[in-house]
């Protein structure tokens, strides 16, 4: 017994251990998981086990981890297809940049690992042989990076709500950009339905189990059922359209009526616009019109409470989900001192003084506090583009000049990432929305040079922990307020309110980004879900020619950065661990340093 006790003990040669190796591969990736692994993945796991002198009795246990990690961040594309050596050597990697954060707070006593039955084989197989000495390398960027993700437009899925089954489900599994008519008409209703479900759930139009009588609710009656009633005063939800010319109406699934308004119509805050979703409430008449007493957006309902209504398995957003539960995220993101984001609009590469503000941008934070991330939005040239060689070659060397600005600071161009999200007159992109990622062709030299750049489309959106961020570059305050049905500054409540406050306000009732008719804002349409902000984000940045504003609505913080080089060189820093926005500006002193407003 001692004996063969000895023989099992005694180390496998190279040949041996790489067959033991490739079995436990086989068993965990293809038995286990159905997932076919390419050779040269294979050899990396053989590389990975043994420099890090994992013993083979915890592989498995190991190899099932990293099998987790792989289904989350590819899906099920990454599911159904072969595994890579580039997608597992950046799963791998992700794991241990990770497993030196979740070290550093184990001593709290915080689980980091996914959830077990009570062993300590979460945290064991999060940090894969790792350890540090002390907190200081929470803060490094490089690390850090694992917890976060930029998601496109094309990432985000498509779920919509079911009313029969009263439940989100998985929508559409491909999009296409060249839609039937079909989808068109899936748009409008699915929004409906959406808007719908969050508006009943309100307290205001929850039906008591006891009600005495109906004014104790808000009652909506679908328009069809007005045929055969009688004049009186009614509750209506619907979208805000025009059918026939001159004339405003109210359409719901099923019907339409026509919408009077009088100047004693009283309206809510913000912004009404033809497709816009809308509660109205007022008379019916005998003619079959309906003269609009009240006018107001559907209720607002904050993250929390989305998030709670349903199951928290459904995936509104698109980044792949973190082992970690909620409650080690949060104490990371919290713990985790200057983290933060900036956000830079109007990026001008072919004005030389946008590049040297640029240039002194980025010495200033080399020598303090480099940021995680910096967030450059469109438009990218101050001129109109026009179609011809010599266009494509002045936009490519204003990103060959950005390349050789950032390479001169080797801590920026290291260790931030660099988010590009492509601006309204980018000639890439056109005027049909989510628009498309900066080509590749025109960043070649910026892709060399910086090591973390995320050519992203508009909108596109970051996970950060626990941190749900939504970005947009559009002018969205000139196109709301042109195309407003009714005038934005009326008497009344709302009349000192700033014109951003109406549009932020507008944009998170109606949980879109876009909430105007499609011959203004053209979209594709079953790329429609990648507009929608439902349940609400954390950070709004509704990036915008217009001055730069931060205003909280219902827990979300809305705000702009404003033109860059036509607002003084401000810009936004968000510090990821409280949550704030504060406007900078570029410093005019010979320290270049970047100063708070």
Known sequence: MVQGQAVEDRPLSGAALDRRINQQVYRIFTKKHGLKVSAESTRFLQDLVKENDVELSATEESFDYIVQQYVQQQGASGVQGVVQHDALLQVVQGILQKAVVTNAYARDGISTGPASDGDDNGSSRADVQLSVEDDSAVADLNTMSAYLHVVDAQSVPH????????????GR??????????SRTAVFRERFELIKQRLLRNDAFRVPAFAATTTSFFQITPIIQLKGKR?????LFGMLTSIQDGNYHLEDPDAFIQLEFTAATQQSAG?????????VQGNYTELGTFTVNVIGHPLPERRDNSLTAFTATVDYFGAPRFTEDSTTLMRIEQNTKDMSFVFISDVWLDQTRVLDKLRMLFQGFSDAIVPLAFVLMGNFSSTPYIYNGVESKRYREGFDNLADIIAEFPAVADQSHFVFVPGPHDPWAPNILPRSAIPTTLTGKLMQKVRNVHLSTAPCRLKYCTQEIVVFRDDLVTAMRRHSVLPVERDGNNHNMPIEQHLV????????????PVEIKPRFWEHDHSLRLYPQPHLLILADKYDLYQHEYEGCLAANPGSFPNNGYKFLMYDLSTRTCEPRYVSLALERICKPC
């Open 271 to 279: 912004m009404f616009t033809r497709n816009c979703f809308v509660l």
């Open 159 to 170: 779920i919509q709500y079911h009313p029969g089954l009263g439940m989100f489900i998985k």
């Open 231 to 235: 004049p009186g005063v009614y509750l």
């Open 505 to 516: 306000q507008t944009v998170l009732d109606q949980s879109h980004l876009a909430p105007l």
């Open 173 to 182: 599994k491909d999009s296409h950009l060249l839609a039937p008519a079909e």
